[in-house]
């Protein structure tokens, strides 16, 4: 945990974190000072750069997206150009929700969310695989949704 933080400003992070929602005069009854000096804190924090941004989680599931799939990638051949083009044009597809550089087997883990088994196919024989750089990808699908928070874990880093 970085030195600019004391407890408070953990406390009022992992408030934010699960409602950002919460005003300045919430927090500050929740975590027992006066306001003002609660809003100044949350703005240092935002200052400082530790919220990067506000957005409200949505329900996949009641918007229709159904297929949650972790696809494993491996480039044709790995290079700067080939990481960078590949990297810039998953970026631009909506249906990919994180992606990430993988140490050992697989070049990159893609989290896809799509509306069903159908529209994953589609979305990777259509653009996935028409990328020039793709060589292998292998699907893996989540059955059962256990845990799923946008959270970290700030209580155990202190």
């Given at each position: 945990?970085?030195?600019?933080?004391?407890?408070?400003?953990?406390?009022?992070?992992?408030?934010?974190?699960?409602?950002?929602?919460?005003?300045s005069t919430?927090?500050?009854?929740?975590i027992n000072i006066s306001q003002s000096p609660c809003w100044r804190r949350i703005n240092r924090i935002e200052q400082a750069g530790y919220i990067q941004r506000k957005v409200a989680v949505l329900d996949r599931?009641?918007?229709g997206m159904e297929l949650v799939c972790f696809t494993t990638v491996n480039l044709t051949a790995v290079g700067r150009r080939h990481l960078e083009e590949f990297e810039h044009r998953v970026s631009a597809f909506p249906e990919i929700v994180e992606c990430y550089t993988m140490t050992g087997v697989w070049d990159y883990m893609l989290k896809i969310i799509t509306r069903d088994i159908r529209h994953y196919e589609s979305f990777v024989r259509e653009k996935l695989l028409s990328l020039p750089m793709v060589g292998e990808t292998h699907s893996h699908i989540a059955v059962t949704e256990?845990?799923?928070?946008?959270?970290?874990?700030?209580?155990?880093q202190l």
């Open positions: 945990m970085s030195n600019d933080l004391n407890h408070q400003d953990v406390t009022i992070l992992s408030i934010l974190q699960r409602d950002a929602s919460k005003s919430e927090i500050a009854e929740m599931e009641k918007l256990i845990k799923n928070t946008t959270e970290l874990p700030l209580d155990t």
